[in-house]
């Protein structure tokens, strides 16, 4: 058989450039390979509903099982590709396979960064990024354990929302100054803290966590300045690094992730990449990008596919992201690093308001809680790099419609 395309990766974006390749048309063979041993699942569920053990398994499968063969594709599981060798077009694998390409896609994601300090494999002490990863964490979180939570990004806040509703004492260490503090201004930070304030969870800002300490487990976490916080299970939520290993090994372009083009093309035109694992450009923002999010790895499973397929459609979208917490749906529109200017559009003690990110007069992203309205009208504005009336926006009274239709 000729070879065709081969995915390395079996998780949210691989599953969708495989389903997109077939839906555009492509007739040769496509192989997903995955070192995970699961079928693609959605990774969202694993800090929210699978971990409050609201929903099963096959609820968060990305597909339902069957139609991976439906669609002839081969899904292989539990098997890592170690080496890619562009010359000969082929991907090795750890169980001894080698597979030839014609195309590959690299959907490899990334893995959860780690503290590299003492105690740090001590039972207790967890990361989140695999339903393997979910599975040992929810196994231990009882009501009353003390749960210790270090990062206030929204993984590690999810987590907290998560474990009151199982009864866990729960602290969240934040190095910064405030939580969000590398993806939201200062008002939503204040609004997170102050919300899981009411719901008991104990936010330290300023604390720099430095090692784990225990004998055959963990008991505690010691903090820079010397403090001790006792803790009988720890989530370090500090971060993503990319999988982009592989690819560098292989000679591909890489800087903090997988440099790709607008058709995630990566520097050898038979390749691409897709997904957290890439370095991309984003015309909007006028830079490059590496997202972590499911929307940023659909879209461009669908731009890999269609150039593969013959359907060239450049990527060109503005980042959204969405996070639950407690009764909170937040969801973000755009990227607000580098604003210079913000407004905020009704009362945060309402649960209900927005805050829009401005730079040089122009709107760069929208926090909306429970604000869909606010939300869908930005992601519109932010693509077309409108300059909305702050009047009319800071005014409940005035319709998103209308202010969307005279920006
Ligand atoms: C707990 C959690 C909550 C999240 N919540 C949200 C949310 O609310 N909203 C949102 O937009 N995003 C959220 N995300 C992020 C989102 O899940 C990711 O952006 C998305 O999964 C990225 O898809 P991907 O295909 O790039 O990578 P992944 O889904 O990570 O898939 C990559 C796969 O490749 C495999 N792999 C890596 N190297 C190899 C190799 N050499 N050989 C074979 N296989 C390999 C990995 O094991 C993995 O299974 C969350 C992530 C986590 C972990």
């Given at each position: 058989m000729e070879p065709g395309v081969v995915i390395i990766g079996a998780g949210h974006g691989a599953g969708q450039a495989a389903l997109s390749l077939r839906q555009f048309g492509y007739k040769g063979t496509v192989t997903l390979i995955g070192e995970e041993d699961a079928p693609p699942y959605q990774r969202p569920p694993l800090s929210k509903a699978w971990l409050a053990g609201e929903v099963q398994f096959q609820d968060v499968l990305f597909k339902p099982d069957e139609l991976w063969a439906a669609q002839n594709i081969n899904l292989i599981t539990g098997c890592r590709v170690t080496d890619i060798n562009c010359d000969k077009k082929r991907v090795q694998c750890d169980d001894g396979s080698s597979v030839p390409y014609a195309n590959l896609i690299i959907a490899t994601g990334g893995k959860a960064r780690r503290m590299d300090c003492t105690g740090e494999d001590l039972p207790g002490v967890h990361v989140l990024r695999t339903l393997n990863d979910a599975s040992k964490l929810k196994a231990e979180m009882q009501k009353g354990r003390k749960l210790v939570i270090i990062g206030g990004g929204y993984i590690g806040l999810e987590v907290a929302a998560t474990a009151r509703k199982y009864g866990l004492d729960v602290t969240v260490l934040e190095a910064e100054n405030r939580v969000l503090a590398r993806v939201a201004g200062g008002e939503l930070s204040a609004f997170f803290e102050q919300l899981h304030h009411q719901h008991g969870v104990k936010i330290k800002t300023s604390m720099l966590a430095q090692s784990f300490e225990g004998q055959?487990?963990?008991t505690g976490i010691r903090l820079k300045n010397g403090q001790l916080i006792d803790a009988d299970l720890a989530l370090v939520g500090i971060g993503l690094i990319p999988n982009d290993d592989i690819a560098a090994h292989a000679g591909l372009a890489c800087d903090n992730g997988i440099v790709v083009d607008d058709?995630?093309?990566?520097?050898?035109?038979d390749i691409y990449a897709i997904g957290d694992v890439t370095r991309h450009p984003n015309a909007i923002y006028g830079r490059s990008l590496r997202l972590e999010s499911v929307h940023n790895a659909l879209e461009q499973a669908k731009t890999a596919a269609g150039a593969i397929a013959g359907r060239e459609k450049p990527y060109a979208q503005v980042p959204w992201f969405w996070s639950d917490q407690y009764d909170i749906k937040l969801q973000i529109a755009g990227l607000s690093g580098g604003h210079d200017e913000t407004l905020v559009r009704g009362a945060p003690d309402t649960n209900r308001f927005a805050v829009f990110y401005f730079q040089k007069g122009r709107l760069i992203a929208c926090d909306a809680v429970n604000a869909p309205a606010e939300y869908m009208a930005a992601r519109m504005m932010i693509a077309k790099a409108a300059n909305p009336d702050r009047v009319a926006l800071a005014?409940?009274?005035?319709?998103m419609k209308e202010i969307m239709r005279d920006a």
């Open positions: 055959d487990a963990l058709l995630c093309r990566t520097s050898d035109p005014d409940l009274k005035v319709p």
